[in-house]
Nanobody, 116 residues
Framework: QVQLVESGGGLVQPGGALRLSCAAS????????MSWYRQAPGKERDLVAF????????SYLDAVKGRFSISRDNAKNTVYLQMSSLKPEDTAVYYC?????????WGQGTQVTVSS
């Protein structure tokens, strides 16, 4: 009964900011690495950010380095993606992901649209 529920997406102007949240349940959240992915229409789903179980290690897609920050609150079973200096090319559906017991689980996704 793994469940991932994203929230926080919306329409923002270029240069704006959003914070995405992913609420997790059904597994021992604090012992699993988490990731954010994004997918634009007609394109592959790309890894955007990764965070280790304890939060001590993170990795980012080159295109978002310096602008996006992934974090987690293990007491709240929640992983976040803070997005700033947004660009039109950041427009996509954003998904959180966990690999749990050899199975990949995805949230339903949240739409981020960056447009003037």
């Amino acid at each position: 009964q793994v469940q991932l529920v994203e929230s926080g997406g919306g329409l923002v102007q270029p240069g704006g900011a959003l914070r995405l949240s992913c609420a997790a349940s059904g597994f021992t959240f604090s012992t699993y690495a988490m990731s954010w992915y994004r997918q634009a229409p007609g394109k592959e789903r790309d890894l955007v950010a990764f965070i280790s179980a304890g939060g001590g290690s993170t990795s980012y897609l080159d295109a978002v380095k310096g602008r996006f920050s992934i974090s987690r609150d293990n007491a709240k079973n929640t992983v976040y993606l803070q997005m700033s200096s947004l660009k039109p090319e950041d427009t996509a559906v954003y998904y959180c992901k966990v690999l749990y017991r050899l199975i990949t689980y995805w949230g339903q996704g949240t739409q981020v649209t960056v447009s003037s």
